[in-house]
């Protein structure tokens, strides 16, 4: 499977972006995918995942109730939908596969990854 995440910009404290995460192949609706965040200087943290059938979604304290997460199988495709941005969102997100979803928050879990678009929010 391989990943190309888009959708990244700057954006003011407040607004909006939705991030897309188009995945290659014909087992994308096989697998749980999640978003990842790494801000400069800081490790990859875990955002929000969604498992194959798109049936259960988890998120990070931080984010919950501002993001939702999502997919279309039919279009390859997950999303992540971002409201309220704050400047501590700032980061590159990438989007991951994996196919077993046992620890979804864990970098370990994940078998592919997508190549990462900056997010920035200003003040």
């Known amino acids: 499977v391989q990943l190309q995440a888009s959708g990244g910009g700057l954006v003011q404290a407040g607004g909006s972006l939705r991030l897309s995460c188009e995945a290659s192949g014909r087992s994308f609706s096989t697998y749980n995918m999640g978003w990842f965040r790494q801000a400069p200087g800081k490790e990859r943290e875990f955002v929000a995942f969604?498992?194959?059938?798109?049936?259960?979604?988890y998120y990070a304290d931080s984010v919950k109730g501002r993001f939702t997460i999502s997919r279309n199988n039919a279009k390859n495709t997950v999303y992540l939908q971002m409201n309220s941005l704050k400047p501590e969102d700032t980061a590159v997100y990438y989007c991951?596969?994996?196919?077993?979803?046992?620890?979804?928050?864990?970098?370990?879990?994940?078998?592919?990854w997508g190549q990462g678009t900056l997010v920035t929010v200003s003040s």
């Open positions: 991951a596969a994996d196919r077993y979803g046992r620890s979804y928050s864990s970098t370990n879990e994940y078998d592919y």
């Open positions: 969604i498992r194959w059938s798109g049936g259960t979604t």
